[in-house]
Structure formats: structure tokens, C-alpha cells
């Protein structure tokens, strides 16, 4: 959990300006495109869980 919150600032503060442009991108989405990039991100999430543990 701590490393994530690490690599989730890591964006903000290094390209605040960016991470912005980026957010208010991710704001005009529709519901199912953001729920297909959550769904890729767990499945990520499992398959480098995997392969660490």
C-alpha cells in the first residue's frame, strides 16, 4: 500500500501541470472507458503481484 502511494505522487510532483491535463482528460471519459482502464489496472496489479510474491 505505501509503495503505491509513492509511485501515485510521484506524477503529481514531479509534472504537476501535466497530472493536471491529464486528470481533466480522464474527467471527460464516459463510464465504461473508465471502468475498462480500472479493469486493466487490477488485472496488472494481479499479474506483477504474481510474478513478485
Avoid at 503505491?4 to 481533466?24: I, Y
Amino acid at each position: 500500500m505505501g509503495l503505491m502511494l509513492v509511485l501515485e505522487g510521484l506524477f503529481p510532483f514531479l509534472s504537476p501541470g501535466g497530472w493536471r491535463a491529464t486528470f481533466q482528460k480522464l474527467l471527460q471519459l464516459r463510464d465504461g472507458q473508465l471502468r475498462f482502464f480500472g479493469l486493466v489496472a487490477i488485472v496488472l496489479g494481479l499479474a506483477t503481484l504474481y510474478f513478485v510474491l
